[in-house]
């Protein structure tokens, strides 16, 4: 399935409700116009819609607006090991600033909204408004900084002790997003969250029953509510 390309809404990132989590807490108004200027379109995403693919030539940032995606990467043998799952108001594609090829793919989990931001503009915008480089430099070492906490978590942590964590971590963010702490819908399948994790999938499946059976969880179809923190 291929993406909808739209032309930037009347929604500019001066009105966005997820400013916060794009934009650096210091920019004016002239500096946000400037902003506003470099999301020329808004892709729409259906699930399971590819928004860029591993190898292809970078080009731009994406900030997500609405929905999930997952980014995975492919291994020369074939296998395919996912490396995130990103929620709206966060920014995706900087992977791909080394080598200027994207050095994985991004896939939405449900019908979404990205904004895409021209990389070469922004590289331009960058030196009109130095903060916002100091920005990005912080956008990228959250990045950095989740993957080694991953790292940490699939060398150090047992499976339930993965899983649980899991779904603290995305409750977290979600609550950020202003979503209920303790509700969470899983658009994510078991099979993607054992990838992430480095568990298989029938031991996910287990862990869930077994979180479900000690009352710390309760599981209807996708949504799960966290009983006991």
Partial sequence: MKA????ASSLKCSA?????FCLPV???VDALQHFDALVSRRILLRKGDSLYRQGEALHSLYNLRVGMLKTEFCLPDGRTQITGFHLSGEMIGFDGLGAQHYASSATALEESEVCEIRFENLAALTQKIPFLQK?????LSREIDRDHQHFLTLGSMRAEERLAGFLLNLSQRLALRGCAADEIYLSIRREDIGNYLGIKLET???????FSSAGLIQIKQRHVKLIDI
């Fill in 4 to 7: 909808v390309f739209t032309a």
């Fill in 16 to 20: 966005c409700a997820l400013r916060q």
């Fill in 26 to 28: 210091e920019f004016d």
């Fill in 135 to 139: 920005h990005i430099y912080q956008v």
């Fill in 204 to 210: 996910v499946s287990r862990l869930f029953s077994r």
